[in-house]
């Protein structure tokens, strides 16, 4: 079955520590995206890639790290930098970088820090 | 100012009986895609159905169905026969041609604030 995959399902972080959240994508799409989700709230965009080897800052980056080395994988480390982590994280993918593309997401991850 | 709308922090429906979800947006650029998204208690953000703004029919997917009235820049789902399942939060969503510092367009999408819809049996 085709999907994206987000591990773990929920982490647990103290304070000062990095943290990496997984996304996999076996769709063949060549962009993805993290999405950062606070209680009662929409999402908001962090980082994105459009092709391997190259990702941009979204609206929210500072604090959050990414790479992009193979088309299936986009993970995202939240480090100590980012003042208030505790959040829900999504990942998505979409298989271009069109206004009509639809974005699939992942089943997300929940960060809490102690 | 808002790009996306969503009015209606919460909304109550009797199973079997439709309801409508409000969504207004704003943008000046003539392309653009509308999407709706159900996020169940579990988290995950499930697709549900899209309209481009070129497009001249309602969308419709099942018992979903978008009222698109562009003039007035709204994008209402209609949810018909509810079912006990389709109690969730939707977010109303806006996808605009976007374009990075290397001049290449990445379709930036925008979330509501989201509506919770109770199904009551």
């Known amino acids: 079955d085709g999907g994206i995959t987000q591990s773990p399902k929920y982490l647990f972080r103290k304070e000062g520590q990095n943290v990496t959240l997984s996304c996999e994508q076996n769709l063949n799409h060549d962009a993805m995206y993290w999405y950062r989700q606070d209680p009662g709230q929409g999402l908001r965009l962090i980082y994105y890639s459009q092709i391997v080897n190259d990702f941009q800052k979204g609206d929210i980056a500072e604090g959050y790290s990414v790479s992009r080395e193979k088309k299936e994988s986009f993970p995202l480390t939240v480090t100590s930098a980012q003042k208030n982590p505790t959040a829900f994280y999504l990942c998505?993918?979409?298989?271009?970088?069109?206004?009509?593309?639809?974005?699939?997401f992942g089943p997300g991850t929940r960060l809490t820090v102690l | 100012a808002q790009k996306i709308t969503q009015t209606q922090p919460g909304m109550f429906v009797q199973e079997k009986e439709a309801v409508t979800l409000d969504c207004t947006y704003d943008t000046s650029d003539p392309s653009y895609g509308l999407f709706w998204y159900k996020q169940p208690s579990s988290g995950e953000m499930i697709f549900l159905i899209y309209q481009g703004s070129y497009d001249q029919q309602n969308a419709t997917e099942g018992r979903y169905s978008l009222n698109f009235q562009k003039a007035r820049k709204s994008a209402n789902l209609v949810i018909s026969a509810s079912q006990l399942g389709d109690s969730a939060m939707y977010f109303c969503a806006m996808r605009e041609p976007r374009y990075n510092a290397g001049g290449t367009s990445y379709g930036k999408l925008t979330f509501g604030q989201g509506t919770i819809l109770t199904v009551h049996p």
């Open positions: 998505a993918s979409t298989s271009g970088s069109s206004y009509t593309d639809t974005q699939y």
